[in-house]
């Protein structure tokens, strides 16, 4: 019986040492042929490339190359923005605080962007707010920080991508412009069409509108404005424009009140929290990533600042990353941020475990060929083998997740490109070249 129980051992043991033997023969080949793969490659030899492959079941990086340098991210960031919300916001987003004071209902924001935001179009604090009956008071001063991140493009302050950041974000904190059938156009919302100027000088091009840097004034060329015209303006923010667009949307008045948020002050729940980061990640929306940073900061203080919940989650869920990342804003529209390939993978193993369902996490995330920021990247699909973020800037293409391969494996990966003069699209196939043949050979 003994010998039995010890012959069963010594196959077990056999069988276990033939299978990690495999595996580790597997992930050797395959990094032996990765490596082939960019060292033939005629695109990647122009600029800097980090990439980073690990099997999350062997607990082992299969190939890496300038895996421990720094590189610009982009949206990329919006990972560790992910990473911050999963560890710190429940599950019904904190949509505002108030106090209830005899007949009056002060309240304060809590950064959401989800408040009538164009694809979540949540009414939570909307409906809460018209109906009471109450005297509504806004308390504003909880965010301190600039109206854009640390080291944004100024210049870029009239493209839809870059809304300011502030405590009650409405409306995705942009204006919207619109083409009509029979000629003109019309304004969303309504309320700032009085803001609208045409410059009599200037009757050529494509009708544009543009916004004056520090105020929301708004100036277009004399053209007509086609009838499927779309644009997307950030409106300059501040306390009036606030309790103007409260009052506009909530159809009562609404005052402002200088009064410091109570330890006490209650908490209105609003929009699902993974509805809410689902439309941050597929189309890698740069307003809810910064927001979300906000909201992160919520349970911190009575403040909200987007550095000082950066601080909280480096020290308490990412002290244990390989490298200290440059980590400045929740969006990665700033190049100030530096992040490496296996800072990557390590972010992406603890996004994996904290998810712990991995059809739930690949569904979030935008899919090669299917879904968001990949779906044109790859051929369309129905069964897709990348699920991850990208993240652009000029010279710089990215691309970080999860690849399952034809034999049903699932690597991590991260994909960093940057400092390139070549159009991004030859950047993006020979990415895409690359993780297709890990996926077809493995």
Not at 73 to 78: D, I, L, Q
Not at 186 to 213: H, L, Q
Not at 221 to 234: E, L
Request: hydrophobic share 40%; with cysteine.
């Amino acid at each position: 019986m003994i010998h039995h129980h010890i012959t069963k051992f010594y196959f077990l043991l056999l069988f276990l040492s033939i299978w990690l033997f495999s595996a580790c023969s597997v992930d050797k080949m395959m990094a032996k042929k990765v490596s082939n793969e960019f060292t033939k490659s005629e695109v990647i030899k122009q600029y800097m490339v980090g990439f980073a492959l690990y099997n999350p079941e062997a607990d082992k990086m299969v190939y890496q190359q300038n895996a421990d340098k720094l590189f610009t991210p982009a949206s990329n960031t919006k990972l560790y923005t992910f990473y911050a919300a999963l560890k710190m916001i429940p599950e019904k987003m904190p949509a505002l605080r108030y106090i209830e004071r005899g007949d009056s209902l002060i309240f304060w924001g809590t950064g959401d962007p989800a408040f009538l935001q164009s694809e979540l179009k949540d009414k939570s604090a909307y409906n809460f707010l018209s109906s009471t009956d109450k005297k509504l008071f806004y308390a504003n001063g909880r965010y301190i920080g600039d109206f854009f991140g640390a080291g944004w493009s100024w210049d870029d302050y009239n493209d839809y991508y870059q809304a300011e950041i502030n405590e009650l974000p409405m409306l995705d904190n942009t204006i919207w412009v619109k083409g009509k059938p029979a000629g003109g156009f019309s304004v969303i919302p309504k309320s700032f069409s009085s803001c609208f100027f045409a410059d009599s000088t200037n009757k050529t091009g494509e009708f544009f509108v543009k916004r004056k840097f520090n105020a929301n004034e708004f100036e277009y060329n004399v053209v007509p404005a086609k009838a499927n015209y779309t644009q997307q303006i950030p409106f300059k923010l501040n306390a009036t424009t606030t309790l103007n667009l409260l009052a506009d949307t909530l159809h009562k008045s609404v005052k402002l009140i200088n009064m410091k948020m109570p330890a006490d002050a209650k908490t209105l729940y609003g929009a699902n929290r993974d509805s809410v980061l689902k439309a941050m990640l597929l189309p890698s929306d740069n307003f809810i990533a910064e927001q979300l940073l906000l909201v992160c900061g919520d349970k911190l203080s009575d403040t909200l600042n987007t550095a000082k919940t950066i601080q909280y989650v480096l020290k308490n869920y990412l002290a244990e990353l390989p490298q200290k990342p440059r980590w400045v804003d929740g969006s990665g529209l700033s190049r100030m941020n530096l992040f490496s390939p296996i800072d990557m993978i390590s972010l992406l193993n603890l996004i994996y475990r904290q998810v712990n369902n991995p059809s739930k996490l690949f569904d979030m995330l935008p899919a090669g060929g299917k879904t968001g920021t990949l779906k044109n990247a790859y051929p369309k699909t129905d069964k897709p083998f990348v699920f991850g973020k990208t993240g652009s800037l000029t010279g710089v293409h990215n691309q970080s997740g999860y690849i399952v391969t034809k034999k049903g494996k699932t690597y991590v990966y991260a994909f960093m490109n940057n400092n390139f003069v070549s159009p991004t699209a030859a950047v993006r196939n020979e990415m895409v070249r690359i993780m297709t043949y890990i996926h077809d050979n493995f």
